[in-house]
């Protein structure tokens, strides 16, 4: 066997696991960044009011549909959201891990905790926020913005 032709062997051999691999990043990649919508009403630890089925958590973005509510049962989180239904927090914290959107959506809060680690929180068409005694907090290291109205 020639020098020329093993290089070339090998060559062919790296590229396709190179190419397998991106594949396969590719894949987590997708699988990390999942977005969950809602189909129905109930708790959000409950899989089957999510599309795709599962539950969401800080790695993927969530959509709380119009008409739907969506109640805490325990701690949860979510990268972004965009709240056009309700959202029950009671007495559990919600960490959101990067963006907020509201588009006529209501948020009700009792004793626990609303955490906005990040970016940008929007108001989009209105929107209601009910306080209970729990806390909002912005806990970025760097600035937060709530833009007006354009």
């Not at 979510?78 to 309700?86: A, E, F, S």
């Amino acid at each position: 066997m020639s020098a020329a032709f093993t290089y070339i062997a090998l060559s062919a051999y790296r590229s396709k696991r190179l190419f397998a691999c991106l594949i396969l990043v590719g894949f987590f990649i997708q699988w990390a960044e999942a977005q969950y919508s809602t189909n129905n009403s109930g708790n959000w630890n409950t899989a089957t009011i999510w599309t795709p089925v599962g539950v969401p958590s800080a790695a993927h973005s969530v959509n709380i549909n119009s008409g739907n509510t969506v109640t805490l049962t325990a701690n949860a989180s979510c990268n972004n959201i965009n709240l056009n239904g309700t959202l029950n927090i009671g007495n559990y914290n919600f960490t959101l891990v990067s963006n907020f959107r509201i588009q006529g959506g209501i948020i009700t809060m009792g004793s626990g905790n609303c955490y906005f680690r990040d970016d940008v929180i929007e108001v989009l068409g209105g929107g209601t926020f009910n306080w209970g005694t729990g806390t909002v907090i912005f806990d970025r290291a760097g600035n937060q913005s709530i833009p007006g109205p354009t």
